[in-house]
């Protein structure tokens, strides 16, 4: 058992825990849960000691291992990814190094009936043991097991992990943790880069997992699948839940009401004897049992107001114009990168008022599409077109990434604004929780989270009737997202969601695509229809190629001239991405002069500043544009590596 007794830390004069206390049981586990910034990570951090608490204990068995997924990225760059994960078993190698030690030793003795000679076979014996529990002798199939699981296939698990992406480089973090099977698990915002499939098998082993295991996640059905308890973290105080998620939000109810209820009777009560003792004062054969009456009154032990913080994003969609009955069209469309395609044939419509999910795991081409369908990159075959009337509204996956660093959120905002909406970006503003000085902040210091927000927020400056969202709830707490689903389902238009958020898209969505193995599939469902569905058909499918796998498993070589022109198109596209950088920097580094320009006093009252503006616009434009040319050429090289 983990136990914490009487923790504090306070970062200046914010308190983060006020005296908390808690303990972990083993092979149970658990979810963390608070508001952005209650100090949820920081309650990790401490800890593994990367934090020093102010207070406190922290009694943690010398036998336990401690196991840690932050979203920082921590691996060796030059080894391969199954080296990686292979380097969770490094435990394995220091026991069978003593092992060895140990067994020499013991054939070089020959004092059989003595202590230390039966000392040295229980150590054997105890070693030999560990060696079991960390499954040395099934070491390279749990690797595979477990990259696989998380998404990997036999060809990406010898990749090099410096040619990655970040997300795929966070599942080779989050595989060697569970490898190394520590005794507790924290782990952090775990499905933040997994696909629903991912997602799906990390529940199953975090379910059968033998240790502690401590949780922070935004997904609510992740979380209802694993814990069995939950602790809150709240203005610096920790209260438990024997309960799983949404059990937790019934609790909660019911306890807020009991201690509500509790806080207005003791005032009744105290309110009843604040008069009775003004009244025995006023009597000079009473006043010493007013006194006494006083003094019991301050020892009292006082219920604490529940105060809630009411506080939470409004999303309020503008009405939309009349779209025409087909929004999107697509006909025979084909997306291929060089030699590799991407998706091939695809043929679908999503007509006026429909809510469409694109699922599948990451690689199969479920943003690539939708960049496709909002115009941002062409298909290499087929049609797809808009209908009439289309008002388009996208964020996009890495959305955020197109905030200027160095704008306010009130400078960004009116920057984007139509002249038409410009009286009403403080309260658009104001309704994702940006206020007073927060709207003054450099968007550069805002959290994830809040850059979300904003990036959601200046969607509703504009009257859109087909909402396209890629991701949209990643840094998004639990409130937060449940507040954006319901506005989502109140939004009059036509909704296209890439997501691996199920709690997001079960009963939003009435027709989900699968993109899988360079096709994409239709069911006429939510997500929850569609992975029971899928899981029918999968079966069916088992069956009837049963006899044909062992023929069919194998990946077509490519020949020698397609793998130079492969060669080729990889080398040019590097070259071009090296070019894209090199323009982006000198971009960056003309807007940074500009807006350092604009930051000066009296910058408005020089002749200069109606054109200083201008270039910083059309700068900003470019530099947009370019970025987005390189997204697509890093994913182009991406697909061209696998």
């Not at 899988?516 to 569609?530: A, K, M, P, S, T």
Request: proline residues 2%.
């Amino acid at each position: 058992m983990l136990t914490i007794q009487g923790l504090s830390l306070y970062f200046g004069d914010r308190i983060i825990f006020n005296r908390i206390q808690c303990s972990f049981k083993d092979n149970t586990k658990y979810g963390l849960l608070g508001k952005n910034g209650a100090g949820k990570s920081t309650l990790m951090k401490v800890l593994i000691g990367e934090i020093k608490q102010d207070a406190g204990q922290i009694e943690i068995p010398s036998s336990y291992t401690i196991g840690y997924l932050s979203q920082h990225i921590d691996l060796q760059k030059d080894l391969t990814v199954k080296e990686n994960a292979a380097m969770a078993f490094a435990q394995i190698q220091k026991i069978e190094n003593k092992l060895e030690v140990l067994n020499n030793e013991l054939g070089n003795r020959s004092d059989y009936e003595s202590d230390e000679y039966h000392a040295i076979i229980q150590q054997i014996s105890d070693l030999s043991d560990k060696l079991a529990y960390y499954g040395a002798a099934s070491m390279e199939g749990q690797i595979e097991s477990v990259l696989k699981g998380l998404g990997f296939t036999s060809t990406t698990m010898d990749k090099g992990v410096s040619e990655l992406s970040g997300g795929w480089q966070m599942r080779v973090q989050l595989a060697k943790i569970l490898l190394a099977k520590p005794s507790v698990l924290l782990l952090d915002e775990p499905t933040n880069h997994l696909d629903i499939d991912s997602i799906i098998w990390l529940e199953k082993f975090l379910r059968d997992y033998q240790g502690i295991v401590l949780l922070i996640s935004h997904d609510k059905e992740f979380l209802d699948n694993i814990v069995s308890e939950v602790y809150e973290l709240d203005n610096g105080r920790l209260e438990q839940y024997v309960s799983n998620y949404s059990g937790y939000l019934k609790l909660k109810e019911e306890r807020i009401s009991i201690k509500q209820a509790a806080y207005e009777n003791q005032q009744k009560l105290i309110a009843d004897k604040e008069r009775t003792i003004e009244r025995f004062r006023a009597k000079a054969s009473k006043a010493s049992m007013a006194k006494s009456m006083e003094k019991s009154l301050e020892k009292l032990d006082r219920v604490d107001e529940v105060i809630i913080d009411e506080k939470s994003v409004r999303v309020m969609f503008p009405p939309v114009r009349r779209s025409a009955n087909e929004v999107v069209k697509v006909v025979d469309a084909s997306k291929s990168f060089g030699a590799l395609k991407v998706f091939s044939n695809v043929n679908m419509e999503i007509l006026r008022g429909e809510r469409v999910s694109f699922v599948g795991q990451n690689g199969q081409g479920k943003s690539t599409l939708t960049k496709i369908i909002v115009n941002t990159l062409k298909p290499s075959t087929g049609i797809v077109k808009l209908g009439q009337n289309v008002d388009l509204g996208y964020f996009a996956q890495n959305q955020v990434d197109f905030l200027p660093p160095d704008m306010t959120p009130l400078a960004y905002m009116e920057q984007e604004s139509p002249e038409a909406m410009r009286p009403k970006v403080r309260s658009i503003l104001g309704s994702f929780l940006f206020s007073g000085e927060e709207v003054e902040k450099k968007i550069k210091v805002l959290s994830g989270g809040e850059k979300t927000r904003l990036a959601i927020a200046r969607l509703l400056l504009f009257p859109i009737n087909f909402l396209v969202l890629d991701e949209p709830t990643h840094h998004l707490d639990l409130q937060t997202k449940a507040i954006l689903k319901q506005s989502l389902m109140d939004y009059k238009g036509t909704l296209l969601v890439v997501s691996h958020d199920r709690d997001l898209l079960v009963g939003l969505t009435d027709k989900t695509y699968e993109f899988r193995d360079g096709v994409v599939h239709e069911y006429l469902g939510d997500i929850n229809y569609f992975l029971k569905k899928r899981n029918e058909d999968n079966m069916r499918a088992i069956e009837q190629n049963k006899a044909q796998s062992s023929n069919n498993g194998a990946k077509k070589e490519l020949s020698r001239e397609e793998k130079m022109q492969l060669f080729e198109k990889k080398k040019q596209v590097q070259k071009d991405i090296q070019k894209l950088e090199r323009k982006i920097e000198r971009l960056e580094v003309k807007k940074s002069s500009l807006e350092k320009d604009m930051a000066e006093q009296g910058f408005y009252e020089r002749s200069e500043s109606v054109d200083i503006m201008k270039s910083h616009e059309e700068i900003s434009t470019e530099l947009n544009q370019v970025m987005m040319d390189w997204e697509e050429l890093v994913e182009t090289f991406e697909v061209l590596e696998e």
